[in-house]
């Protein structure tokens, strides 16, 4: 229960900006901007992955 609580605030954003995104887009306006947020989560997600595997892996390991 206290991770998920802890979790939630990391999709928020996501959320946000996706629902945004997808607004947007049935009028017809410009998503650039929402795009580019999404995908610059998405790029420090994948690179921050290793990091946190590798910190779990050495706490478990204790």
Known sequence: ?????????LYIPILI?????V???QFGL??????YFLATILVVSIMA????????????LE
């Not at 410009?30 to 795009?35: C, F, M, N, P």
Request: no cysteine; aromatic share 6%.
């Open 23 to 25: 607004s947007q887009a």
């Open 30 to 35: 410009d998503i650039t901007g929402q795009l």
């Open 1 to 9: 229960m206290l991770l998920s609580l802890l979790i939630l605030p």
């Open 49 to 60: 992955t290793p990091f946190v595997s590798a910190l779990a892996l050495k706490i478990s």
């Open 17 to 21: 900006f996706a629902s945004s995104a």
